[in-house]
């Protein structure tokens, strides 16, 4: 018998097939109804679904959204209860963890990763990207099961498919307009098609295979029309910092120290392009083959982001210069930092290097 962990609103669990219930509330507030204008909870819908395609298992609720008070409003939650709520299904000997709201603050990678990281190795964790195409954490992590739903209609109802490449990290994708969700008048969208998903691989799983199988045996889901032609005729519209340095490896770390302080002093969101793999969901690695004008627009419609950083090898730097219009073009060495923008050329230590850009910038 598996243990299910619904990480979402309060789930109702009259009516649910569920061996046993349990629930903790991680916000601090009071449980809203279950029931709002006639539409259940979102907790309870996600339950529900579980609930049309296994029977023997242990429910587990933690509440880590609140809401909604009034029609029309979505719940909501923070990533600090969302890390409670992980650390707590360490030890509840759960077998799959289904979390329905995730974050593309990529900066909160900071508090999510860790744990994220340590849980998986031992429990499945679900978990939907996000609706309006952006790269998502946890979803977007490459050891989670990022889901989303089949909007183009190509799955019956309640299939599943796994997808060979998705644009944000997505694992499978699974047809969420069933009947009930449509009856409760909710949207087919990512969060609903993450029961479907959990239910299906639960019934695998008690046939005793193991979750590389049970993916695998997923049919694949038709590749669809690739963007890039599209996204290679957008414009850029954000910031952007073209960074260099002799060394290479010091110039990324660089580059993560100023996104932790854009983020943390000014609450300015910075993704990164480079040439190396990176733990670092805010860093996107680019071929040497691609286009890096293409990466940036990509970035700026996938990437939740207000600046970008692109790192390039120093003897790069004539050739980038000229390809994109940069606002500001930074070379590290040692402990300083070259600074030009505007015809203007300054040096400063790299502590404070966040803060000239940022005065530049505004």
């Known amino acids: ?210 979750i590389q199988q049970i993916i695998r045996d997923f049919p694949v889901y038709p590749k669809m029309n690739s963007k890039m032609e599209e996204i290679s005729k957008g414009k850029i519209r954000i910031p952007l910092i073209l960074v260099s340095g002799y060394r290479y490896s010091q110039v990324v770390r660089v580059c993560q120290n100023l996104m932790d302080h854009f983020w943390d002093k000014y609450s300015i969101q910075t993704s990164c392009l480079c040439k190396v793999d990176l733990e670092d969901i805010r860093f996107r690695t680019i071929k040497e083959s691609n286009d890096s004008t293409v990466e940036i627009v990509f970035m700026q419609q996938h990437y939740k982001t207000e600046l970008i950083l692109v790192v390039i090898y120093e003897q790069e730097i004539e050739k980038e210069e000229l390809k994109n219009d940069y606002d500001i073009v930074m070379k590290i060495n040692e402990q300083k930092a070259m600074i030009k923008f505007d015809g203007i050329c300054i040096e400063r230590c790299l502590e404070n290097v966040a803060d000239v850009i940022y005065k530049v910038l505004s």
């Open 1 to 210: 018998m598996k243990r299910i962990a619904v990480l979402d609103t309060a789930i109702d669990p009259r009516g649910l097939h569920c061996q046993s219930f349990s629930f903790y509330n991680f916000t601090n507030q009071k449980v809203n109804s279950y029931t709002l204008n006639g539409q259940i909870s979102h907790g309870t819908m996600i339950a529900r679904i579980l609930d049309l395609y296994i029977a023997k298992y242990e429910l587990i609720n933690g509440q880590i959204l609140i809401g909604p008070n009034q029609e029309g409003e979505k719940p909501i939650g923070s990533i600090e209860h969302l890390v409670e709520a992980l650390e707590w299904c360490k030890n509840k000997d759960v077998d799959i963890v289904c979390i329905s709201a995730g974050s593309t603050t990529l900066s909160d990678t900071k508090l999510l990763y860790r744990i994220t990281s340590e849980l998986t190795k031992e429990i499945l964790v679900i978990a939907a990207m996000d609706n309006n195409g952006y790269i998502t954490i946890p979803s977007s992590y490459p050891f989670v099961l990022g889901v989303r739903a089949d909007y183009n209609q190509i799955l019956s109802p309640g299939m599943v498919a796994r997808i060979e490449k998705d644009t944000c990290g997505a694992n499978v994708y699974a047809n969420s307009a069933l009947e009930i969700v449509l009856k409760n008048h909710y949207s087919p969208m990512n969060s609903i098609a993450v029961p479907i998903v959990a239910a299906r691989i639960c019934q695998k799983m008690e046939q005793g295979k193991t």
